[in-house]
């Protein structure tokens, strides 16, 4: 196709928009390149790394609304790693899995652990999703919030009639900073901090209640092999001296805290929240009055305000324009890889602009009026 050169007035400022690693503020950058860059190649066993993982255990906290009981434990790795975590020490007997894309996909295979009763996967479409279900002897519900393959999302929400000792687990890694909920409505709330809260990979973080930290000891108490680094109760038993088994990805946490900082300063995450919707919002009006767009979720009720997924024309070539736009400095607009669908894939969290979103749908609409 001929290069598009679009205009400078209908560019965004910050043309950022992948789902991870994230748009970071430049403020962050600023932070860090004075006061983080002194924590740089320092032992995270002393007062500054152990500080910065208190303040930001302290400041996840408050932005969870302090859940009575409740803890803030980290470890080394990502979202992928505390998913073996969690099958080595967290999940016991049966499982049910609710997976509606990629990643809730994931979660699932890593609980068919053979030590590991097979779980219970409901699956839903790529697009839609389905709900748990209440079931005698199910030990473990898991789910993500957030698909970000996809762009559905789901509630925060405990069921009904499920036994006393089940525990639930949300996969909030790209919703975590940017949908508010209610933290005792889950056991794990766990994320890895480079989508809503802005930072870069190498942590996970998880939220945790009584009961799941109780589940970790008694697993932990048994005969089960579990290797070291996936151990949860050695996580806990860390995070409770505001440290990590191995050293931990410092810019990250450095990164992350200025994020919890900056949106507890705007007013939290039900500030966030609004954010996120007005920005998403944004997008989905513009795909239900544009003949040649399409949100790929169609229920709005389960649209994710973080991840939007818009399905184009079939006479317009998606990846084309994701790959004009990348040309003009508006990046990672791409679809998920192995979803395969001729679409974009927009991240609208918590960092970033509003004016930059209208100032992208002005792109596109510039794109493909000269592609027409």
Request: hydrophobic letters at 40%.
């Amino acid at each position: 196709m001929v290069d598009i050169n679009i205009p400078q007035d209908l560019l965004p400022r910050d043309g950022r928009f992948g789902c991870g690693p994230s748009k970071l503020r430049p403020q962050q950058i600023e932070a860090f390149s004075t006061v983080g860059a002194t924590l740089m190649g320092t032992s995270h066993r002393q007062a500054p790394i152990k500080n910065l993982v208190k303040e930001v255990q302290e400041g996840l906290m408050n932005l969870f609304h302090n859940p009575e009981g409740y803890e803030i434990v980290l470890g080394n790795g990502g979202s992928t790693a505390f998913w073996d975590v969690a099958s080595f020490s967290l999940a016991e007997g049966l499982a049910q899995a609710l997976v509606h894309g990629e990643f809730g996909s994931k979660f699932a295979t890593s609980l068919s652990a053979p030590w590991l009763t097979k779980p219970e996967i409901i699956q839903g479409d790529a697009g839609s999703r389905k709900e748990l279900i209440a079931r005698e002897n199910i030990k473990t519900y898991v789910y993500p919030q957030n698909e970000t393959s996809t762009g559905v999302v789901a509630p925060v929400q405990r069921l009904s009639g499920v036994d006393e000792d089940a525990i639930f687990m949300t996969d909030a890694t790209s919703a975590a900073g940017g949908i508010d909920f209610d933290a005792t409505q889950t056991d794990v709330y766990y994320f890895a901090p480079q989508k809503n809260f802005a930072s870069d990979g190498g942590l996970w973080l998880a939220l945790m209640s009584p009961k799941a930290i109780e589940r970790a000891e008694q697993i932990a108490a048994t005969d089960r092999y579990i290797p070291e680094f996936l151990s949860l109760k050695t996580a806990i038993d860390n995070s409770r001296l505001n440290q990590t088994l191995n050293t931990p990805a410092v810019s990250t946490l450095f990164l992350l805290n200025e994020q919890i900082k900056w949106i507890e300063a705007n007013g939290g995450l039900a500030w966030a929240d609004k954010q996120t919707k007005a920005a998403s919002d944004l997008l989905y009006s513009w795909a239900d009055k544009t003949d040649y767009v399409s949100a790929f979720v169609t229920n709005p009720e389960h649209r994710s305000q973080v991840v939007v997924t818009i399905d184009f024309d079939e006479k317009l070539d998606a990846a084309a324009i994701a790959k004009t736009l990348r040309a003009n400095g508006i990046v990672d607009t791409d679809p998920y890889r192995k979803l395969g669908r001729n679409q974009l894939r927009v991240a609208t969290f918590t960092a970033v602009d509003i004016a930059d979103v209208e100032k992208l749908i002005e792109s596109i609409e510039y794109v493909v009026s000269r592609m027409s």
